[in-house]
């Protein structure tokens, strides 16, 4: 979904908006104060479907998708993701960060068509900001990286 990893750590049920595949990311949590509206998809449904079925019913529902044991962190979030972050990924076998994620999201999203203004949109960055990131990426030819291998 191309989420900051405080956007992941902030997010709350009422953004998420299964009917309509989209999650509206408020301004107030977001690093530039501009909202963002990124697209589910399936999967992400699937997984927010599974994650509903795991919350607790009693005494009530938490208003945050996830929700730490340890209710402060070291760190300047509501709680410190790093280290189950961390180990999650290894035990996975995968060398990862958060913010990778989002650069895959991104580089994914324009190799498939999706303009700047689009993933503007989608991720909440200027398309200033994200052309000088991305937007060496339209000239991805399939073709070519299938002969160069």
């Not at 709680?79 to 996975?92: E, G, H, N, S, V």
């Not at 994620?101 to 909440?124: D, K, P, Y």
């Not at 060496?136 to 073709?143: D, W």
């Amino acid at each position: 979904m191309g989420m900051r990893k405080e956007e992941i750590i902030e997010a709350r049920w009422g953004w998420f908006n299964e009917k309509a595949r989209v999650c509206l990311i408020p301004p107030e949590v977001r690093k530039r104060s501009k909202p963002a509206c990124p697209p589910l998809n399936s999967e992400v449904i699937k997984h927010l479907q599974f994650l509903r079925e795991q919350l607790p019913t009693q005494p009530h529902p938490t208003e945050y998708i996830l929700e730490p044991e340890v209710v402060a962190g070291s760190y300047r979030y509501r709680w410190d993701f790093r280290k189950p972050f961390t180990d999650f990924m290894r035990k996975q076998k995968v060398k990862c960060t958060a913010h990778d994620m989002r650069r895959t999201f991104c580089t994914l999203a324009v190799r498939n068509g999706a303009t700047l203004e689009q993933l503007s949109a989608w991720v909440g960055d200027t398309p200033r900001v994200l052309a000088s990131h991305y937007a060496h990426l339209k000239t991805y030819n399939p073709l070519v990286e299938k002969l160069l291998g």
